[in-house]
């Protein structure tokens, strides 16, 4: 039996606590108004009919590209409008990660949870500033850190009062362009008390694979996924999309939206064996 760690508060969701395994899912980054409201919904279904909860993700700015002409996505002001809309119109609660200070300001008007880069985990004025919003704060682990070290990450934001808090297992650097999960990590992280995610889609990404963008290999996430959950954690990260090979930023580690009904199952699968939910 995995001991539960404390709920945490999403929009109108408790995540952890004991709870059913809960989904961030969403395609990397927002490719249109029209297409976020099409992903969030079939998204919403999948997860609806498994009784999953289930929060939107999607980046109006992938700031952290390989080259200048990679796709970031729309931008602050119209990105932030387009999840508004998703927010209201899908009634999903929604996800979007922060760059600055300014700018998870801004986020925190509109989404329900603002996540920080693995990149920028480190970055104190911005934990802070994600902390003082009031809203969830989805704290990636830095590749470059130990699960250990994330316990200095959560207490940045604790110290602004918000106990709103996920931390999230993506990987670690394993020299030149891979990287490789710990799994033993969950259960160090999840001993903080606070929910931890896995995100199982950029935990198989090869950081500059492909020479002018980062590369991947999508047939890896499941496996991920079953060993994530066979350990411990709490909630599941997948990037998603209808057709991952056209994708403009991080095709080839996200999973495609026909797939993701049998990862979940599967990871159902496994916590029920558990004794989870």
């Known amino acids: 039996m995995i001991p539960p760690v404390r709920s945490v508060r999403v929009g109108p969701l408790e995540l952890g606590g004991g709870g059913p395994l809960f989904l961030l899912a969403g395609p990397c ?3 249109g108004r029209a297409f976020a409201l099409e992903t969030a919904r079939r998204l919403a279904s999948i997860a609806g ?3 999953i909860p289930f929060v939107y993700k999607s980046s109006y700015d992938k700031a952290n590209r390989s080259t ?4 970031r996505g729309p931008g602050l002001e119209e990105g932030l409008s387009i999840l508004g809309e998703v927010r209201a119109k899908v009634g999903v609660p929604v996800l979007t990660d922060v760059h ?3 700018e998870a300001l801004a986020a925190g008007k509109v989404v329900d949870c603002v996540q920080i880069p693995a990149f920028l985990c480190r970055q ?3 934990l802070l500033a994600a902390a003082s919003t009031g809203k969830a ?3 990636k682990k830095g590749q470059f850190l130990s699960p250990e070290e994330m316990k200095n990450a959560l207490d940045k934001v604790l110290s602004r009062g918000n106990e709103n808090v996920l931390l999230t297992e993506r990987g670690t650097f394993f020299g030149y362009g891979r990287l490789v999960v710990d799994m033993a990590g969950i259960p160090t992280m999840r001993a903080f008390g606070w929910p931890v995610v896995m995100d199982g889609t950029h935990s198989v990404q090869r950081p500059g694979g492909l020479g002018d963008r980062t590369g991947g290999d999508r047939r890896l996430v499941p496996t991920l996924v ?3 959950v066979g350990a411990g954690c709490d909630g599941l990260f ?3 999309h209808p057709d991952p090979d056209r994708a403009p930023s991080d095709g080839p580690n996200m999973v495609r939206m026909d797939d993701l009904p049998a990862v979940l199952d599967e990871a159902l699968a496994i916590r029920r064996a558990l004794g989870g939910r």
Do not use: C, H, Q
């Not at 200048?68 to 796709?71: F, H, Q, R, T, V």
């Open 29 to 31: 980054a927002i490719e």
């Open 49 to 51: 009919e498994r009784g």
């Open 68 to 71: 200048l002409e990679s796709y």
């Open 100 to 102: 600055t200070e300014e």
């Open 124 to 126: 104190t004025d911005l």
């Open 137 to 139: 704060v989805n704290v």
């Open 226 to 228: 079953r060993a994530a």
């Open 238 to 240: 997948l990037e998603t």
